[in-house]
């Protein structure tokens, strides 16, 4: 299955190590091998990284960590293709702008049929590509756009989370949906099912971490990321756990929000 990597922090943080060992489940001889994806957000904007081919062996990501990156809200995925061609259109995360800011979605599992399914249908979005997931993205900005376009300020968190909750409510019932998505503001990430070692569909789909980093601005490493910066928060999601310290595994219909650091809201859809 795809993996998924997401972290929000309370100021810029740089996060190769996180990259690199996500990296390692996209290897050749590993079914994660059909593309990979790297999102920071940054001044209002977005620093995009994609490729078709394996995450594990790829120039571009050796690249990546090696420029020094920074970004409060980050975005990564590795593919392993079930629905749509290997090709750049169908890898993630997806971007779209909605409201004068840009929102990206990464999607874990599949959704059956959801083209057909009415509560699913396409106005302003549509896609570029042919996947499940790049589906499910458009339907979910048709279902903010009211909202982010009735106004010029963002959106109330309350209001967004309203709308994110019954999409996925209503998408889990298609099929393994693990997501997360960012509008700039906020990290919404959702936990399903996942295919565990031993072949088996359960709980956990995603694993949350949090961390508060040293006063004296000392390198911290652990978690998966590498830190030099005062004193901050962070707090980050994956479909696995980067390291084996202090890894929280989420239930089915878990939704959390991230933002600046911390998880502000938990619920159960």
Request: with cysteine; proline share 4%.
């Amino acid at each position: 299955m795809c993996e998924l990597l997401a972290l929000s922090s309370s100021k810029p943080t740089t996060v190769n190590l996180s990259i690199e060992r996500l990296a390692r489940h996209g290897a050749e001889d590993s079914v994660n091998k059909d593309g990979w994806g790297i999102v920071y957000y940054s001044e209002g904007d977005v620093r995009r990284f994609r490729d078709t081919g394996p995450a594990a062996e790829s120039a571009l990501v050796k690249f990546v960590e090696q420029q020094p990156l920074c970004s409060t809200r980050m975005m990564a995925h590795i593919r392993a293709a079930n629905v749509g061609s290997n090709c750049l259109s169908n890898t993630h995360p997806f971007i779209r702008e909605l409201g004068g800011k840009v929102h990206s979605f990464a999607h874990n599992g599949y959704l059956e049929n959801i083209q057909a399914k009415p509560a699913f249908v396409l106005n302003r979005f549509r896609l570029l590509g042919d996947t499940d997931s790049e589906w499910a993205f458009c339907a979910l900005l048709d279902r903010l756009s009211d909202l982010w376009m009735s106004g010029s300020d963002v959106p109330g968190l309350a209001q967004r989370l309203a709308i994110i909750t019954e999409f996925a409510d209503e998408i889990r019932q298609l099929g393994l949906s693990n997501f997360i998505y960012c509008d700039d503001d906020a990290i919404f990430a959702h936990a399903d099912r996942r295919r565990q070692p031993d072949g088996e569909f359960r709980a956990p789909g995603l694993w949350v971490h949090q961390q508060t980093c040293p006063r004296n601005g000392a390198r911290l490493d652990g978690g998966g990321i590498s830190i030099n910066s005062p004193q901050q928060e962070i707090a980050m999601v994956a479909s696995v756990p980067m390291t084996g310290d202090h890894w929280q595994p989420l239930a089915a219909g878990t939704l959390l929000v991230l933002k600046e650091g911390k998880v502000v809201n938990r619920s159960n859809t």
